[in-house]
């Protein structure tokens, strides 16, 4: 049974007209999510706010996809899956700047090779806990294209700044902002639906850029 929580692509109402302003937002979890299914809590961050992540950005007006992956996703191919249903919005006539895929963790590196697969420089991407030298060195040819944001919590170990990630991009990323986050959750941050995190990634997805 697909585990598909918010709305198939295939059965997308889509008109393909060039007036449809719906935004859309891609939401690509952490790797616990594939672990436990949220049958279970992190020993250290507690509960995973999945479906109240999911719903604070349904509030704010995004048509959401996202699922819970299986175990050990390999993540190449999952961006490959991903980059095939954001063709398909495409081809209906979405307009590239109305799309945003978000990440964390895990989810972020996904992310991050979307980007790079999709060669797109309108659309937006939200790169949440994920950046770190050693990931960077390991993949010099997966590039970023379009409007990057990246956030990261100060007290968390495995996600860092995405600095050189942009650097590499060059003029491929067209608007790029980073957010340093103070909460002392460390990893656990991107866990929950904080606003600190939520809300810059709405503005983000609504083209604030500034």
């Not at 997308?12 to 060039?18: F, I, K």
């Not at 891609?26 to 616990?32: D, I, Q, T």
């Not at 989810?107 to 949440?128: C, D, E, H, P, T």
Request: charged share 25%; hydrophobic share 35%.
């Amino acid at each position: 049974m697909k585990r598909l929580l918010i709305i198939l692509l295939l059965s997308l109402p889509l008109t393909g007209s060039a007036k449809d302003e719906t935004r859309y937002l891609f939401y690509l979890h952490n790797k616990f999510v594939e672990l436990v299914q949220l049958k279970e809590d992190h020993p250290e961050y507690g509960k995973m706010e999945y479906y109240e992540i999911i719903d604070a950005f349904k509030k704010q007006g995004f048509t959401v996809f996202s699922e819970m992956r299986p175990k050990d996703t390999d993540g190449d191919l999952y961006a490959q899956k991903i980059k095939g249903q954001i063709d398909s919005l495409l081809k209906k006539g979405v307009k590239p700047s109305n799309i945003t895929v978000l990440g964390t963790s895990k989810g972020g590196y996904i992310a991050w090779k979307i980007s790079a697969l999709m060669k797109n420089r309108q659309m937006s991407f939200v790169l949440i806990g994920i950046c770190s030298e050693s990931l960077f060195k390991q993949y010099p040819d997966a590039v970023l294209y379009g409007n990057v944001l990246s956030i990261y919590e100060r007290s968390d170990e495995l996600g860092k700044t995405c600095a050189s990630f942009r650097k590499h991009a060059g003029d491929n990323v067209v608007h790029y902002k980073e957010i340093e986050l103070n909460t002392g959750k460390k990893h656990g941050f991107l866990y929950k639906a904080l606003p600190e995190w939520i809300e810059p990634t709405v503005k983000w997805g609504k083209g604030e850029y500034k």
